[in-house]
């Protein structure tokens, strides 16, 4: 089977294009540079000329922030193009694995994790254009996998920005009021590789939560950090959100239940400190 990952420069594609050697498939990765998924022409093109039967979309636009004043650009890359990759496997009768976000529960704040069945109520732009990318993914046989607090030892992202800063500075605040769980992007890379290698996809379709397990705030993620890099020297101090401006709100409460992966792949999940401690060592190497 042949396979295009696109969005192949960032934390996830990276770690899919780590675990390709291990495949019996064929693997394709791309990037803005080599596909421009934005382009009906292109990706049909790419599709038929490279005889594609699956696609994992990694690709994303991902500033929450600048999408409130570039929502038109945001849903190009978010939306539009994911319906011209769901065209090209529904003419190809081939699978779309598409990442969206926790962002679409964004006007929906509660005290327990998100069902893939409960009402999305996004707040902000963002959170629009990836639910807009959900529909647009319907259009043929899909897996949909909704993550949220991506991080890696690649690209730009929490973790490491919290490395840099505990490491340089004597003092931070972190917000404490927002909750969810952070997510290893090498665990997502390695659930959605088991389920193309065990060929699971061909009996599931659907929406899927993903998520490591567990529940902190990003303050509470920081102390980790800190405490599990040895950067204690730093003192870290919970704050409000409001103390960082943003132009968008931001989900207060955005754990998702994976029951629902868990009981249809049959699958484990790791702890969300058990997984950091994997990235760190993978970043120490």
């Known amino acids: 089977m042949n396979i295009l990952v696109t969005g192949s420069n960032g934390q996830l594609g990276t770690h899919m294009r780590l675990l390709a050697p291990q495949s019996k498939h064929t693997w394709l990765f791309t990037d803005v540079a080599e596909l421009d998924i934005t382009s009906r022409e292109a990706v049909l093109d ?32 978010n ?11 529904k003419g190809a009768d081939g699978m779309l694995i598409h990442i969206s976000t926790d962002y679409v529960f964004g006007g929906n704040p509660s005290n327990t994790p998100c069902r893939e069945d409960e009402p999305s109520n ?24 909704r993550t949220g607090w991506l991080y890696s030892e690649y690209g730009k992202n929490f973790l490491l920005t919290m490395l840099n800063l505990t490491a340089t500075r004597s003092e931070l605040k972190v917000v404490f009021d927002q909750v969810g769980t952070p997510t290893y992007a090498g665990d ?55 103390e960082f401006p943003s132009p968008v709100k931001r989900p207060a409460y955005s754990v998702l239940d994976k029951t629902k992966y868990k009981d249809t792949f049959h699958k484990t999940i790791p702890y969300w400190t058990d997984s950091l401690t994997v990235c760190l060592k993978n970043i120490n190497r």
């Open 188 to 242: 997502l890379a390695r659930a959605i590789f088991d389920i193309i290698e065990e060929e699971a996809f061909r009996n599931h379709q659907g929406i899927f939560h993903f998520s490591n397990e567990g529940v902190c705030s990003w303050f509470d993620f920081t102390k980790e950090i800190a405490r599990q890099s040895g950067y204690t020297d730093c003192n870290i101090m919970p704050c409000h959100s409001n």
């Open 79 to 89: 939306a539009e193009a994911v319906g011209y990759l769901a065209e090209a496997m």
């Open 122 to 145: 996004p707040t902000g732009a963002y959170g629009r254009t990836k639910l807009a990318g959900e529909q647009a993914a319907m259009g043929c046989n899909h897996l949909i996998f």
């Open 46 to 77: 790419f599709v038929t000329k490279n005889g594609i039967q699956l696609v994992v979309n990694c690709a994303a636009y991902t500033n929450v922030d600048r999408a409130e004043s570039e929502e038109s650009i945001a849903l190009r890359i």
